[in-house]
């Protein structure tokens, strides 16, 4: 069943009505606007491109302009759980690699949460050195989009969006890998499928949120349920990886869903410290695709992207914005699933 499709048949009206909704045309009454507006936010809808149409006024060549670009990830090199760090690092390293190739000049910057805090953002937007920014790996507390809106350098963000104003934006698919990892699991005969995922106070709470609704999303369509949503908070000792193991040990899930491969190694680890295994006992998936490995050497059933897909569009529309020839844009990058040896078909 298409997404339209299980949100009409939910929300109780036609795939016309769905449609009219999302793209805010028809007269529709207010209460069923209302209705299919709040699935349409619960289950994270974002169209595959909202891109503006260029200007028709000649430019210059965007080597010529495209000049320093700021890159900034502060969660590079974390050890919180909650990054993603691979993939951050190999994000960063497209970017370098199609800033390079754009004719332009890469400035990366990297270490610390807080804009106030980075001296090299801080002189560079002061004494107008960057033509563009990209961000990726922070949020509107962290003092970056605040920054850039007042200085009113063009700006770019990775796989967020801000509450601050309407910025551009790129991001992988987290709502269709979610409901990848689901379908997949789904397929190979599973019907107890559970979720572990970081607190809603997360860092990265939008786009595991977004991996959320997806997963549940294709549950729905297959009139499934989550067997558990269980909340990770590595702080707290009965929501870490090791506590919410003991906890899925005594569920009657066949199949677990971790919103990151750091999480699932991590999950796996504790699985077997109980004398278990995966995926004999337990079937395991994460996402992000990033570079860890899991204890016994186990390919991980996960989501990827192409980073090079990502850093080609970021880079693109950062030349549109510097040149004045759109507005602000977003667009989500598509995933697919590799699978692994840590899911495996039940009977």
């Not at 529709?28 to 936010?41: C, G, H, P």
């Not at 993939?87 to 800033?99: D, E, G, N, T």
């Not at 297959?222 to 590595?234: R, T």
């Not at 989501?303 to 844009?329: F, P, T, W």
Request: glycine content about 8%.
């Amino acid at each position: 069943m298409s997404f339209i499709s299980t949100i009409a048949k939910e929300a109780g009206v036609s795939t016309a009505t769905v449609s009219l909704v999302a793209n805010n045309k028809g007269k529709i009454s207010q209460a069923t606007r209302k209705r299919v507006q709040n699935l349409l936010d619960r289950y994270q809808f974002q169209p595959r491109s909202s891109r503006a149409v260029k200007s028709k006024t000649p430019t210059q060549s965007t080597a010529a302009q495209l000049g320093t670009i700021c890159v900034i990830c502060p969660q590079i090199t974390s050890d919180d759980d909650d990054a993603p760090a691979g993939v951050y690092r190999y994000w960063s390293q497209a970017l370098q690699l199609q800033i390079l190739k754009k004719g332009g000049n890469f400035s990366f910057v990297t270490g610390d949460l807080q804009a106030k805090n980075n001296p090299i953002f801080e002189h560079g937007l002061n004494d107008g050195l960057f033509k563009g920014i990209i961000l990726m790996g922070v949020e509107d507390e962290d003092g970056y989009m605040n920054a850039a809106l007042r200085s009113r350098v063009p700006l770019v963000i990775l796989n967020r969006r801000s509450l601050h104003g309407e910025f551009s934006t790129v991001g992988q698919d987290n709502f269709g890998g979610g409901r990848l990892i689901a379908k997949h699991l789904i397929e190979l005969g599973h019907q107890h499928i559970g979720m572990i995922a970081p607190s809603s106070q997360s860092k990265i709470s939008h786009y595991i949120q977004a991996r959320q609704a997806g997963f549940e999303f294709e549950l729905k369509t297959h009139d499934l349920k989550p067997s558990f949503m269980l909340e990770l908070a590595p702080k707290e000792h009965d929501k870490t990886i090791k506590a919410l193991a003991a906890k899925v040990r005594k569920s009657e899930a066949t199949a677990v869903f971790l919103s990151t491969d750091l999480q699932a190694i991590q999950f796996i680890e504790q699985w077997e410290a109980m004398g278990l295994s995966v995926p004999d006992d337990i079937s395991v998936a994460g996402f992000d695709h990033a570079d860890v490995q899991t204890p016994g050497g186990l390919k991980l059933t996960t989501i990827a992207h192409d980073s090079r897909v990502v850093a080609q569009r970021a880079v693109s529309m950062l030349e549109d914005l510097i040149n004045g020839q759109s507005e602000s844009m977003s667009e989500v990058v598509q995933v697919s699933l590799v699978t692994g040896d840590t899911t495996r078909r039940i009977d």
